[in-house]
């Protein structure tokens, strides 16, 4: 493709009216039917391999392909030619350009310091105070008016979710469940000592916690009844140091330094150690 080209948007047929949205211009807007969900028409459209030669992707061609995820050396041989769209749409790309040609170009997008989402203008950066401060009361209100007796979903109701768009499944869950921490809510009742996680992530932001249903340390199982003095006063202490450390021009080093300098083994077993709950 070159680099004057203009883009071809391919869609299926639900998208295909929701393109119009869209700033390409509708004589580049391509109907691809396998897009679509099962049981939808299929047969009306050109096959992957045109529509590839129609949005100028030839045999000479050097392809990255975009999805959400690039490998490192660490964990995969050759991670710039893993692909991680489904296989259907890499193969035919291969067997059109070339297996030499075709590369993982998703570090363009996501690095963390030179992918292109590292770089917000103040449009997003405005979204994602909003959405932060969104997310946030929303699982405040849940910890703040939580009761004995309520369903997962009665708790879920307290949020007002409003139709922002979501970033993950919501997720809030008590008991056996809440270990694993990724459980859609449920019908299940909470009680006293119940385990108990909830996360909610938006277009922007994500907001979790976890502890217990409980009004008192007598109130958790006996072998952990320190969980307040051995894990949540540290973590208080840990995230109230990193705020005041956070500046302009403050390190990476130093924030971490701020954080494990108050968690872990070597502090929570220091008899010396003081605590905000002392």
């Known amino acids: 493709m070159k680099r004057n080209s203009k883009p071809v948007l391919v869609v299926g047929n639900e998208g295909l009216s929701y393109a119009g ?5 509708k004589d580049l807007i391509i109907l691809f ?73 998703n570090q363009l997008l996501m690095h963390p310091t030179q992918g292109i989402r590292a770089v917000n203008d103040v449009d997003q950066l405005a979204w994602f105070e909003y959405i932060g401060s969104h997310t946030s009361q929303a699982i405040r209100d849940v910890l703040f008016n939580l009761r004995c007796g309520m369903t997962e979903h009665d708790a879920v109701r307290i949020m007002k979710l409003n139709g922002l768009t979501l970033s993950c499944h919501l997720m809030l869950s008590t008991g056996p469940r809440a270990t694993i921490g990724l459980s859609s809510p449920s019908t299940r009742v909470k009680r006293l000592g119940d385990q108990f996680t909830v996360a909610y992530g938006g277009w922007g932001s994500l907001n979790a916690r976890a502890g217990f249903v409980a009004e008192s ?61 002392a």
């Open 21 to 25: 949205i869209s700033p390409i211009k």
């Open 33 to 105: 039917q396998s897009f679509s969900l099962i049981s939808q028409p299929r047969g009306d459209s050109k096959s992957l391999s045109e529509i590839l030669k129609i949005g100028g992707i030839k045999r000479a061609a050097t392809v990255g392909i975009a999805g959400w995820k690039y490998y490192l050396k660490e964990e995969i041989n050759e991670p710039e030619r893993r692909i991680e769209i489904p296989s259907y749409i890499s193969d035919i790309i291969r067997e059109n350009i070339g297996n030499e040609k075709v590369f993982n170009a």
């Open 217 to 277: 340390e007598l109130d958790l199982p006996r072998p952990i009844r320190d969980y307040m003095s051995m894990l949540v006063a540290p973590y208080f202490e840990a995230v109230t140091s990193w705020y005041s450390r956070l500046k302009i021009g403050a390190t990476g080093g130093e924030l971490y330094q701020a954080i494990h300098e108050r968690i872990g083994d070597h502090v929570t077993k220091n008899p010396k150690r003081k605590s905000y709950l």
